[in-house]
T-cell receptor, first 113, second 116 residues
Framework: AQTVTQSQPEMSVQEAETVTLSCTYDTSESDYYLFWYKQPPSRQMILVIRQEAYKQQNATENRFSVNFQKAAKSFSLKISDSQLGDAAMYFCAYCNTGNQFYFGTGTSLTVIP | GAVVSQHPSWVICKSGTSVKIECRSLDFQATTMFWYRQFPKQSLMLMATSNEGSKATYEQGVEKDKFLINHASLTLSTLTVTSAHPEDSSFYIC????????????FGPGTRLTVT
């Protein structure tokens, strides 16, 4: 199985500031998808952003953007203008061609008012 | 967006009994559903992949005789934890794949299982 590594178990950011969450993955496949999911205390998984591996352009969704470095197998998430509602666990996920998801260990994000 | 429900949201059972968890896609057909297990403050671990009308594919280390998965229709998959023990206590999450949207999975709200 593919491995996904999130090296930051906890991160904090001041409200309105920018924070970057790191993610690396290991795969021998060339075709795959990468995702960032948010899990608030309710435990409901919420899709934040997705990136197709064949696309060179980094995905952007409002205040959320990624830095996808395919050669380095790196997929970081940048949250701009952080809001209190952004506080949650963030999981990086790798999806193979069989549509199986493999999740990283998560980063707990705290937003400081 | 698509909605996936799980029932029950929380179940408490005695050691040795079996418990069934349902996962339903409410407004789309899911050819494939996935079951995950999540321990407190840990990541989601893929347990098995469930395809409608066929046997589930289990990840390495997951006991197929203990975690029975049935995907009888395009909108329903069930996970039965047989002869549950306290170490099976965990949070179980399902997700469903909408074949109309490649690689888009929708997650259920999860089921908390407590085995006493």
């Amino acid at each position: 199985a593919q491995t996904v590594t999130q090296s930051q178990p906890e991160m904090s950011v001041q409200e309105a500031e920018t924070v970057t969450l790191s993610c690396t993955y290991d795969t021998s496949e060339s075709d795959y998808y990468l995702f960032w999911y948010k899990q608030p205390p309710s435990r409901q998984m919420i899709l934040v952003i997705r990136q197709e591996a064949y696309k060179q352009q980094n995905a952007t969704e409002n205040r959320f953007s990624v830095n996808f470095q395919k050669a380095a197998k790196s997929f970081s998430l940048k949250i701009s203008d952080s809001q209190l509602g952004d506080a949650a666990m963030y999981f990086c996920a790798y999806c193979n061609t069989g549509n199986q998801f493999y999740f990283g260990t998560g980063t707990s994000l705290t937003v400081i008012p | 967006g698509a909605v996936v429900s799980q029932h029950p949201s929380w179940v408490i059972c005695k050691s040795g009994t079996s418990v069934k968890i349902e996962c339903r896609s409410l407004d789309f057909q899911a050819t494939t559903m996935f079951w995950y297990r999540q321990f407190p403050k840990q990541s989601l671990m893929l347990m098995a992949t469930s395809n409608e009308g066929s046997k589930a594919t289990y990840e390495q280390g997951v006991e197929k005789d203990k975690f029975l998965i049935n995907h009888a229709s395009l909108t329903l998959s069930t996970l039965t934890v047989t002869s549950a023990h306290p170490e099976d206590s965990s949070f179980y999450i399902c997700s469903a794949w909408d074949r109309g949207f490649s690689y888009e999975q929708y997650f259920g709200p999860g089921t908390r299982l407590t085995v006493t």
